[in-house]
């Protein structure tokens, strides 16, 4: 089995900077195909953020695009989300999401596409 366990959040005030880091562990921890950031908002639906395959291959929503970078270490089988100018509309859990498949981009924004999830991370952006 492989657990997926982030870290970096917290409560910081707009326009500030969070990185997030995500590392897969436990059993059989090949590299992952992809690796990707959800979240979700109190009361919505969870949304993409970015993901980054093996290579260097990236894709972002729009929400976050010029503002947020995903980087891997591959050699650690870690993600980071580097979270720049962040605004109240950034406030959410965030979550780690990982898959040995390879998707396309298209795909990779489907939080099902995953086989692995997080527990998640607070993010919270005061005003």
């Known amino acids: 089995q492989v657990q997926l366990e982030e870290s970096g959040g917290g409560l910081v005030q707009a326009g500030a900077s969070l990185r997030l880091s995500c590392a897969a562990s436990?059993?059989?921890?090949?590299?992952?195909?992809?690796m990707a950031w959800f979240r979700q908002a109190p009361g919505k639906d969870r949304d993409f953020v970015a993901a980054?395959?093996?290579?260097?291959?990236?894709a972002y929503s729009d929400a976050v695009k010029g503002r947020f970078t995903i980087s891997r270490d591959n050699a650690k089988n870690t993600v980071y989300l580097q979270m720049n100018s962040l605004t109240p509309e950034d406030t959410a859990v965030y979550y780690c999401?990982?898959?040995?498949?390879?998707?396309?981009?298209?795909?990779?924004?489907?939080?099902?596409?995953?086989?692995?999830w997080g527990q998640g991370t607070q993010v919270t952006v005061s005003s």
């Open positions: 999401a990982a898959t040995r498949t390879s998707r396309t981009m298209l795909h990779s924004t489907r939080p099902y596409e995953y086989d692995y």
């Open positions: 436990g059993r059989n921890t090949a590299v992952m195909a992809v």
């Open positions: 980054g395959w093996s290579g260097v291959l990236t």
